[in-house]
C-alpha cells in the first residue's frame, strides 16, 4: 500500500507561480512511477506530468515548458514547480503512483494509488 498527501494548492493570479507536493509513504517509492493528474469541473481527469522510477518525465503538451516535475527520494516526496499559470490550468491536481512503468491512458484504470487533491485556481 501507498499513501499520498498532496500540499501546496492555492489560488493565483494569471503568470504566477505554485509549487505542489506529495508526500508518499508506505512501499518502497524507489521503483514506482509518480505522476500529478488533474481535473477540472466537468472535465475527464488528463495527465499532467509523470516521472519514472530512473528519472524519466514526461509531461502534456499544455504544460510543457512552464511546469516541472520532480522528485526527492531521500524525503519520498514528488514535486510539481508550476510557473507562467493561466486560467485554464485551473483544476484540482492529485498525485498518483503506480509499479512500473508509467501510462497515461486510462488513468484512473491504471493508477491504484491516488492523494485527496489539492485545488489550484488561477485568476486571471
Known amino acids: 500500500q501507498v499513501q499520498l498527501v498532496e500540499s501546496g494548492g492555492g489560488s493565483v493570479?494569471?503568470?504566477?507561480?505554485?509549487?505542489?507536493?506529495?508526500?508518499?509513504?508506505?512501499?518502497?517509492?524507489?521503483?514506482y512511477c509518480m505522476g500529478w493528474f488533474r481535473q477540472a469541473p466537468g472535465k475527464e481527469r488528463e495527465g499532467v506530468a509523470t516521472i519514472d522510477s530512473i528519472g524519466v518525465t514526461r509531461y502534456a503538451d499544455s504544460v510543457k515548458g512552464r511546469f516541472t516535475?520532480?522528485?526527492?527520494?531521500?524525503?519520498?516526496?514528488?514535486?510539481?514547480?508550476?510557473?507562467?499559470?493561466?486560467?485554464?490550468?485551473?483544476?484540482?491536481?492529485y498525485c498518483a503512483a503506480r509499479q512500473g512503468a508509467c501510462v497515461w491512458l486510462h488513468p484512473l484504470l491504471m493508477f491504484p494509488y491516488w492523494g485527496q487533491g489539492t485545488q489550484v485556481t488561477v485568476s486571471s
Open 69 to 93: 516535475i520532480s522528485k526527492d527520494g531521500a524525503k519520498n516526496t514528488l514535486y510539481l514547480q508550476m510557473n507562467s499559470l493561466k486560467p485554464e490550468d485551473t483544476a484540482r491536481y
Open 13 to 31: 493570479q494569471a503568470g504566477g507561480s505554485l509549487r505542489l507536493s506529495c508526500a508518499a509513504s508506505g512501499n518502497t517509492y524507489s521503483s
